[in-house]
C-alpha cells in the first residue's frame, strides 16, 4: 500500500518565477492538505482539498493556489516566488472528517 | 483560534533516561491532539493521537501522553530513551474532526549515549 507520494523531491528556482509541486494520497484518502515547513520550525497550513474545492486555507497570500483531481491528487503552484518560500512543502492526506493526517517526504524548494 | 506551544525548543536527555517533551494548547473545547516525529529530511509520522476517548493515550515506539484538560496539556513521555529517538517532535491541534490541524514549533530532541 503506497503512502503519500511528492514529487519532486527538490528543486532550485529563481525569484520571479513559477512552481508546481505534486501529491498522491494515500490509497483510500480523499482529502489533501499543504504546509509549509521553513528552517527549524513547525508546518504552517496552507490550504486543505476536498472534493476538488478548496475547503479551508492559512494565512497565505493569493501566490499560493491549488488543485485537487478527480482521483484525490492535488498540486501546490507558488506564483512570483520569493527568497521567504524557500522551505520543505509538505502534503498530508486524509479521510475527511477524521482529522488524521498522514505526511509524505516533503519537496524541498530552495528560491535563489 | 487555536494554537499550541511546547516548551524547549530543544531537549538533551541520556540513553536509558526519562523522556518528557511539553505540549500545551488553547482552546475553548475539547480539541484532538497529536504527537508527531519528523527525522531528518523526512516528512512527519504520528507518534500517538487523543480523541476524547482515554486521557492516557500510547503511541508507537514505547511513547505514551497524557491529556490534562484542567492544565491544558498533552506531554509526550517515554521511560527510557533510545539512540533512535533522536529526531523532532511536533504537537499538533485541531478542534473538531473536519478543522486545519494546528502544528506547534516542535521540540528537537537529542540522545546522548
Known amino acids: 500500500d503506497a503512502g503519500v507520494t511528492q514529487s519532486p523531491t527538490h528543486l532550485i528556482k529563481t525569484r520571479g518565477q513559477q512552481v508546481t509541486l505534486r501529491c498522491s494520497p494515500k490509497?483510500?484518502?480523499?482529502?489533501v492538505s499543504w504546509y509549509q515547513q521553513a528552517l527549524g520550525q513547525g508546518p504552517q497550513f496552507i490550504f486543505q482539498?476536498?472534493?476538488?474545492?478548496?475547503?479551508q486555507r492559512g494565512n497565505f497570500p493569493d501566490r499560493f493556489s491549488g488543485h485537487q483531481f478527480p482521483n484525490y491528487s492535488s498540486e501546490l503552484n507558488v506564483n512570483a516566488l520569493l527568497l521567504g518560500d524557500s522551505a520543505l512543502y509538505l502534503c498530508?492526506?486524509?479521510?475527511?472528517?477524521?482529522?488524521?493526517?498522514?505526511f509524505g517526504e516533503g519537496s524541498r524548494l530552495t528560491v535563489l | 483560534a487555536q494554537s499550541v506551544t511546547q516548551l524547549g525548543s530543544h531537549v538533551s536527555v541520556s540513553e536509558g533516561a526519562l523522556v518528557l517533551l511539553r505540549c500545551n494548547y488553547s482552546?475553548?473545547?475539547?480539541?484532538?491532539l497529536f504527537w508527531y516525529v519528523q527525522y531528518p529530511n523526512q516528512g512527519l509520522q504520528l507518534l500517538l493521537k487523543y480523541t476524547s476517548a482515554a486521557t492516557l493515550v500510547k503511541g508507537i515506539n514505547g511513547f505514551e501522553a497524557e491529556f490534562k484538560k484542567s492544565e491544558t496539556s498533552f506531554h509526550l513521555t517515554k521511560p527510557s530513551a533510545h539512540m533512535s529517538d533522536a529526531a523532532e517532535y511536533f504537537c499538533?491541534?485541531?478542534?473538531?474532526?473536519?478543522?486545519?490541524?494546528?502544528f506547534g514549533p516542535g521540540t528537537s530532541l537529542s540522545v546522548i549515549p
Open positions: 490509497s483510500g484518502h480523499d482529502t
Open positions: 482539498y476536498y472534493e476538488e474545492e478548496e475547503r
Open positions: 499538533a491541534v485541531v478542534k473538531t474532526s473536519y478543522d486545519k490541524v494546528i
Open positions: 482552546s475553548s473545547v475539547p480539541p484532538y
Open positions: 498530508a492526506s486524509s479521510i475527511f472528517n477524521t482529522g488524521e493526517l498522514f
